[in-house]
């Protein structure tokens, strides 16, 4: 049990890690872009209220305290992200300014296939090397934590079934499986995934195979499982939409 509990808390952080970086190669790429116009809004609404849903559910069935703390980080870097936005759509009406947005695919046009692949490269190598960057940094805050007091055991798998974190957990796990259908819908209108970035998408896969695993490690007793199945299928089921926009991006050629 104890060496269940090191892997579940290993995964927890390495999840934390995750998330805390997730967004911030986008909110980069909106910055340079002076543009949040290659995210869908609705996929960024429906991620913030499954967001909050998530909290209240996980506060009130008692979770690990990993999956609480994420549930905070998640509504506040979801904040973050749409106040970009609105804030680069007003700035662009007062402006009347589009430049970044027309010049981008200009550049894009006249490179050459030897700088794209060599762009391509730099992408995958700075993302993979960011990828296990966040790994090492999850287990070395594990590593810290666990010196400085003992670690916390949940007693979540000793709990019954809480009805209300039930509900809020189902409806926030619904919400996350139907965020992402409105960001692949906008990438298929607009047959391009251009200025959405590659890296979030990646730490967002890394972020929701750790947060299940810290799930699974703790305990596959069928009632624990059963207890937290919601939040498995809203992180674990998530991914299949991620890897289909995944393939958006080699079909639309902009990794």
């Not at 700088?115 to 090397?129: G, P, T």
């Amino acid at each position: 049990m104890e060496r269940n509990v090191v892997l579940s808390n290993v995964a927890g952080y390495i999840s934390i890690a995750s998330w805390v970086v997730v967004l911030f190669p986008q909110i980069w790429i909106n910055y340079k872009r002076k543009s949040g116009d290659s995210l869908s809004p609705t996929f960024l609404y429906i991620w913030a209220v499954g967001d909050w849903l998530n909290l209240v559910g996980a506060v009130y069935q008692k979770l690990l305290t990993t999956m609480i703390i994420l549930a905070i980080y998640y509504i506040i870097i979801d904040i973050i992200v749409i106040i970009q936005i609105y804030y680069y759509r007003r700035r662009r009406r007062q402006t009347d300014d589009e430049i970044v947005g027309e010049t981008i695919p200009l550049i894009n046009n006249t490179s050459t296939p030897e700088s794209r692949r060599q762009e391509r490269i730099k992408q995958f190598l700075f993302i993979f090397a960011s990828l296990i960057g966040v790994c090492l940094t999850g287990v070395i805050s594990y590593v810290i934590t666990s010196r400085m007091k003992s670690q916390e055991v949940s007693n979540s798998e000793d709990q019954g079934m809480n009805i209300v974190a039930q509900i809020f957990g189902w409806a926030s796990a619904f919400l996350y499986l139907g965020a992402r259908i409105p960001q692949i819908i906008q990438n298929y209108q607009n047959k391009s995934t251009e200025g959405l970035s590659l890296a979030m998408f990646c730490f967002c896969v890394l972020g929701n195979i750790t947060y299940s695993l810290s799930i699974i490690f703790f305990s596959i007793e069928p009632h624990y499982l059963l207890m937290n199945l919601a939040w498995l299928v809203g992180s674990g089921g998530t991914l299949i939409f991620d890897f289909i926009i995944f393939i958006q991006f080699f079909i639309y050629s902009n990794i």
